[in-house]
C-alpha cells in the first residue's frame, strides 16, 4: 500500500517561507501525478500545485503562482513544495496526494481526482 508523509510545516510570519516534503513509500498501483493540497478550517480542500510523475511537468493555483514552487526528486521518491512570500490566508493543513488524473489537464488540481493521501502538516501564517 503506496503511503505519503509530510513534513515540514509549521508557524510562519506572513513574507515568510516553508518547504513542504512529501516522501512517498510502499507499493502503487501507478499514477500520473502528485498534487499538493491545503484545507482551512470551514473551507473545502483546494488543489495548489501538482506534478507529473516525471518531474517537468507542472500547475499551480493562481493563489499560489510565483510565490510556490513544486518540485520532484526521482530518486527519493518524494515532491517538495517550496512556499515563498507566504500570507495569512495560506494558513491550512497542507496535504500530498497522488492520483491518475493529468497534472497539466483541467482536472489536475481537482482534489477528488486524487485517491492516495498523506496525513497532512498545519501551516500557520499570522504575526
Known amino acids: 500500500q503506496l503511503q505519503l508523509v509530510e513534513t515540514g510545516g509549521g508557524w510562519v510570519q506572513p513574507g515568510g517561507s516553508l518547504r513542504l516534503t512529501c516522501v512517498a513509500s510502499g507499493f502503487s498501483l501507478g499514477y500520473s501525478s502528485i498534487g499538493w493540497f491545503r484545507q482551512a478550517p470551514g473551507k473545502e480542500r483546494e488543489g495548489i500545485s501538482c506534478?507529473?510523475?516525471?518531474?517537468?511537468?507542472?500547475n499551480y493555483a493562481g493563489s499560489v503562482k510565483d510565490r510556490f514552487t513544486i518540485a520532484r526528486d526521482k530518486a527519493k521518491n518524494a515532491v517538495y513544495l517550496q512556499m515563498n512570500g507566504l500570507k495569512p490566508e495560506d494558513t491550512g493543513i497542507y496535504y500530498c496526494?497522488?492520483?491518475?488524473?493529468?497534472?497539466?489537464?483541467?482536472?489536475?488540481?481537482?482534489?477528488?481526482?486524487?485517491?492516495?493521501w498523506g496525513q497532512g502538516t498545519q501551516v500557520t501564517v499570522s504575526t
Open positions: 496526494a497522488v492520483g491518475n488524473t493529468a497534472c497539466t489537464g483541467v482536472l489536475g488540481l481537482e482534489f477528488k481526482e486524487y485517491d492516495s
Open positions: 506534478v507529473e510523475d516525471g518531474g517537468v511537468y507542472t
